[in-house]
């Protein structure tokens, strides 16, 4: 059974920690207590293909920001996975999303990290600040995945972190780009 490591990134209050235990356990937190760090496994297929997620949950808050990259650094040697996350309902967390993309780029030290760009929150469509064009155009523009999620209903909760692993899958594979394979980002 292949191994994947998975760190979730964002601000604080965007929904890393209801995404992550939405996807291991089937159950939405509803209080918002703001994470250190929290670690999780589980065991997943993937296109017929059994696999080991282990998540890392990180902090959001700016406090623990310098931890940032340790959790970014210590992918070598395996495939690491990134997930970034923002609120489509805080204009200020989709903005805030964009130096950490550029944090990862810069530790790892190449443009294509296998990452997927999450718009948390859809439940909340009434209250929403980004659109779903902006949130696909900052996608494209970093050539990675954009999916938008609502923890609280579990609305592509699981195929986020199914496609976090294809993603993996194929940065892995001898014809992607060159080093490509340590690192994986979702926010």
């Given at each position: 059974m292949r191994e994947y490591k998975v760190v979730v990134l964002g601000s604080g209050g965007v929904g890393k920690s209801a995404l992550t235990v939405q996807f291991v356990t089937g159950?939405?937190?509803?209080?918002y207590d703001p994470t250190i760090e929290d670690f999780y496994r589980k065991e997943i297929e993937v296109d017929s293909s059994p696999s080991v997620l282990e998540i890392l949950d990180t902090a959001g808050t700016e406090q623990f920001a310098s931890m940032r990259d340790l959790y970014i650094k210590n992918g070598q040697g395996f495939i690491l996975g990134f997930i970034l996350v923002y609120s489509l309902v805080n204009q200020q967390?989709?903005?805030?999303?964009?130096?950490m993309r550029d944090q990862i780029?810069?530790?790892k030290r190449y443009?294509?990290?296998p990452m997927i760009l999450v718009g948390n929150k859809v439940d909340l469509e009434g209250e929403r600040e980004v659109s779903?064009?902006?949130g696909k155009a900052l996608a494209e523009e970093w050539s990675?995945?954009?999916?938008e999620t609502s923890a609280k209903n579990k609305a592509s909760v699981d195929e986020l972190f199914a496609e976090i692993v294809r993603q993996m899958n194929y940065a892995a594979q001898p014809n992607g780009?060159?080093?490509?394979?340590?690192?994986?980002?979702i926010l």
């Open positions: 159950s939405f937190i509803e209080k967390s989709f903005q805030d999303i964009k130096p780029i810069r530790v443009e294509r990290v779903y064009g902006e990675c995945p954009f999916m780009d060159e080093g490509c394979c340590s690192a994986c980002v």
